[in-house]
Every structure is written in C-alpha cells, then in structure tokens.
C-alpha cells in the first residue's frame, strides 16, 4: 500500500464523519427550534385556561372584585399577548406573537359576558385585570379585562 493511497482513504472517512456530524448539529437545531415552539404554544393554552377560571371567580366573587395577571413569557421588543373576552361569542380568546410566531387559543367562558373587552400585553405593560363591576344598563354583573382595576 503506498502512503498517498492511505491518506485518500483517511480523506474519505474523515469527509464522511464531518457530513455525518453536521446532519446530527442540524437535526438538533430543528428539534430544539421545535421544542421552544411547542413550549410557547403550551405556556399560551394554560395561559388561557387560567384566564377562564379567573374570569369565572371574579364573576362569582361579585362587583367591585378585581385580579391582577401578568404575563406568561418574558415579553421582548415587538412581542405581544392580546387578551379578548368576546360577548358575541362568549369566550376567552389570546392571541400572541413570540420568536416570531403567531399562536392563538380560545376558551368558552361559562358566565356571562355583557360587552366585550381587549387588553394586550407587551414589553413595556406585562401585566391585565379581570374586574366585575355592576352595569346598571343590563342589570347585572360585567365582568372585562382591562390595563388597570
């Protein structure tokens, strides 16, 4: 065997370790980017169930009663958590943008809401209010998510 045969050989297996290690680093990448994207989207639903039981609570705790959330992630510039209760439709909607995606959940609330309501979230105001005031209009308890009590 000459020694310029021997180093095409050496050649060859070290090109196939490095193609082999890069697919494993790329495989990793994607499957990490995957995992943060199933983290958010989890934070995000049990966000939301929160929300809902929140909701009920206040409605049940009565007028004047009030319940302060933040929220679930770390918000950074341009990132949002938007907060509806829905009376069209009677549900809880979050809608949010984070690492550049959008992810959205819904839950139907089970008391009533009299008018709707919207608060989002961001970096500079991370945090909501569920409030019951009485409104005289309908004749019964409100209950709204707004930026302050």
Known sequence: M??????LDLMF????????????ISLATHEVEEVK????STKL????????????????????????KTSPFA??????????LNATSNELKVEAEINGETYTTAQKVPVPIVSS????????????????KYN???????VRVSENP
């Open 2 to 7: 000459r020694g310029g045969q021997v180093s």
């Open 13 to 24: 297996a070290v090109t196939l370790v490095a193609l082999t290690i890069v697919s494993l």
């Open 37 to 40: 994207a199933f983290d958010a």
């Open 45 to 68: 639903k049990v966000f939301t169930i929160d929300l809902r039981d929140t909701v009920t609570k206040v409605y049940a705790s009565g007028d004047g009663f009030a319940v302060r």
């Open 75 to 84: 918000l950074k510039s341009g990132e949002y958590v938007r907060v509806i």
């Open 117 to 132: 309501s919207a608060v989002t979230l961001t970096q500079s105001n991370d945090e909501l209010w569920i409030v019951c």
């Open 136 to 142: 005289e209009t309908v004749g019964g308890l409100d």
